[in-house]
């Protein structure tokens, strides 16, 4: 793992994403901006770009929309709402590749060095909406 320089902006961006559920780069720039007015938006963006190839923090690459940012970089799941956008993390029991030896039993044609599942759906919120909407 690469070593950084601190950086007080770089350290706002880790501090942000804890606060956070899986900002965009441009909801992270927003809210730097409120400690560090001067600082632009390629700065938040070479930032984050230090800080996910160092291992600090997971770039999250979705076929739809921006890219997300996750300051868990455990390896877990993620669900995706397509109604309001929102991604949260996704905790699945019985569903686990060992990243040690690539398997839990599968035949596989090499070692597995990342994993990731997206689930796509409507989130709790968003149901309540739709509920109350054919309600009203």
Known sequence: MRRIKFS????????????????????????????????????VYRNLNVLSECGEIQKLTFPEGPDRFDCNVMPHYHFVCRSCGRVFDLHVRGLKLDMEDGTDGAELPGRIEAQALICYGTCNDCLADESQDIGA
């Open 8 to 43: 007080r902006q770089r350290e706002a961006i880790k501090e942000l994403l804890a606060e956070s559920s899986h900002p965009t780069a441009d909801e992270i720039y927003i809210k730097v901006r409120e400690q560090f007015p001067n600082v632009s938006l390629g700065t």
